[in-house]
């Protein structure tokens, strides 16, 4: 840890400003993101979420401001830049017409890596596609492909991964496979910058969470200082009702790599404690 | 980064031939147009037309290869309009990898595509009684022709492929280019055409181009057609290219 801190923050950013013609997308975002922690950039659509990940990932060049990505400036070392990160974007980008191995080892040997058949076969297995590996992506369910794209994005274990909204239009199914697949990252060592416009999703995953409203940073804390912002909580008991996403997975049985079902998504804090009745914090 | 051009390049176009492959109607409704206008041309409308050769498809062949290329990049357009859509482009401008490869990937492609249906076209021509006396040299001449046509074609579909809003107008930019054969010498000689249409025809790159594929085929001596021809392509080349590059630049900056 005290290595990390001596090579500063993973992801660096001040005074970042960006327009699109006379829409002020960004108007002077700063963020931190400590090494190997899951950072959650939260915001409601057009928020600018994807605009900062655009520029941090060297797609995209700011108006005003400076970013660093693994201590390179995204705009004067591009190159190492792209070296150190993977970007996983908004709508999964994979390769429909090739299958999920051909796609894992194209990413492979664009990253100039020795055997991709053999990265390829062992992130197939690792995300469970192996049988599905000779197939076309194109006949893929929604979070089979999310979870090709995240393998994608680990070819070459990069220190930073960046992902876009990576459970928008996933079942909750599908949802709670990322969420491991991401959990699994950062306990690699991996820092994550994770966007989302779902507030549970944030408070499953990230260490720290930084909320974008109107083209600023608002509030940048860990989930219990986010907490404290608002009036202290009242304890109140309340019979648990199952919500419907409890329901559904309980039915359908197979939890995804979680084992716990039921209690999951929305409940997940409290269902950990094995309660009955939940406890709400409402303010 | 540079030093990896030629890899990187080799493994994307290693991506989109695939692409090709595995949609092989890309290459059947490209061809199948220019087929389809040879039979009619050939057997509906050709007996009534005087070339002053003694086989239509003879006279009609060079203008039809051209009008493959001409529907055939249209799905260069095509190809590159997905890539940028999907997102796929992003991934690959966000790795470490030569970036001018995704666009050179996408116009070698282009280029065997293109050459796949040409021999496609010529294939079906020999059927309907295509001859051609001409011996090696000629027809490297005319292969030699065609790939900087095609090349210059293609670098012209990469602008619309990158900078359309929809699917429609990435392909749509290919309409006038598969017409413009028909104000040329490709169909019927120009010197029946009434004054203005004259001009037009005699100074459009097709008829030069047309010209010299025809002098060729039949070991006429090709004269300054040829150089006119290959003027067309090179200057067509290098202007398409460096609007396609500045497009490119703005796009991934």
Not at chain 1, 62 to 79: L, P, S
Not at chain 2, 4 to 15: C, E, I, Q
Not at chain 2, 79 to 104: C, H, N
Request: glycine residues 8%; proline residues 4%; hydrophobic residues 45%.
């Amino acid at each position: 840890m005290t290595v990390n801190e001596a090579r500063g923050p993973a992801i660096h950013v001040q005074g970042l400003e960006k327009s699109y013609k006379e829409l002020r997308v960004l108007r002077g975002v700063d963020f931190a993101v400590a090494r190997g922690s899951i950072f959650a950039l939260l915001g409601s659509n057009g928020s600018g979420k994807t605009t900062v990940v655009k520029i941090l990932s060297t797609l995209l060049k700011a108006d005003a401001g400076t970013a660093g990505v693994n201590g390179f400036d995204v705009v004067t070392r591009a190159a190492d830049v792209r070296e150190s990160i993977s970007l996983t974007g908004q709508f999964a980008a994979v390769d429909e017409i090739l299958s999920g191995r051909e796609n894992l080892v194209l990413v492979a040997r664009l990253r100039h890596l020795k055997d991709p058949g053999a990265i390829a076969d062992g992130l197939l297995e690792r995300f469970s596609l192996t049988d599905a590996g000779a197939r076309r992506v194109s006949t893929y369910s929604g979070g089979m492909r999310r979870r090709l794209d995240i393998a994608m994005s680990l070819i070459g274990d990069p220190p930073v991964i960046f992902l876009d909204e990576p459970t928008t239009g996933l079942d909750p199914q599908a949802r709670l496979e990322v969420w491991q697949a991401v959990k699994e990252l950062a306990g690699r060592g991996t820092t994550v910058l994770l966007t989302t416009q779902y507030l549970d999703e944030a408070e499953q995953l990230a260490d720290r969470i930084a909320i974008l409203h109107e083209g600023r940073i608002i509030v940048n804390g860990t989930l219990a200082e986010l907490k404290q912002l608002l009036p202290p909580a009242k304890v109140e008991y309340v019979e648990k009702q199952p919500t419907l996403e409890d329901v559904f997975l309980t039915l359908v049985g197979d939890n995804g790599k979680t084992g716990k079902t039921g209690k999951t998504g929305k409940t997940g804090k409290t269902g950990r404690h094995g309660q009955d009745r939940n406890v709400g914090t409402d303010a | 980064m540079t030093k990896h051009f030629l890899g990187d390049t080799a493994a994307l176009l290693g991506r989109s031939l695939r692409h090709i492959t595995r949609s092989a109607d890309t290459i059947i409704t490209t061809t199948l147009m220019p087929i389809a206008m040879m039979l009619m041309f050939v057997y509906v409308f050709g007996g009534a037309i005087d070339t002053g050769s003694e086989s239509y498809v003879n006279y009609l062949l060079p203008g039809i290869l051209l009008i493959t290329v001409a529907s055939g990049i249209a799905y260069t357009a095509f190809r590159l309009f997905m890539d940028m859509k999907s997102g796929i482009f992003e991934r690959f401008q966000s790795m470490p990898i030569a970036r001018s490869s995704v666009l050179w990937a996408h116009v070698l492609t282009s280029l065997v595509a293109n050459l796949i249906s040409l021999v496609v076209v010529l294939l079906v021509a020999l059927l309907m009684g295509f001859r051609s006396s001409a011996g090696v040299a000629p027809w490297l001449a005319v292969a030699g022709i065609l790939i900087l046509f095609t090349l210059a074609l293609t670098w012209l579909a990469v602008i619309p492929g990158l900078s359309a809003k929809t699917v429609e107008g990435a392909s749509a930019f290919s309409y006038p280019l598969i017409f413009l054969p028909f104000l040329s010498s490709a169909f019927v000689p120009t010197a029946t055409m009434p004054g203005p249409v004259r001009a037009f025809a005699e100074h459009q790159p097709v008829t030069s181009i047309v010209n010299a594929l025809r002098d060729l085929f039949t070991q006429q001596p090709v004269g300054t057609d040829i150089w006119i021809a290959l003027a067309w392509c090179v200057g067509i080349l290098i202007v398409a290219y460096v609007f396609a590059m500045n497009s490119y630049r703005r796009k991934i900056s």
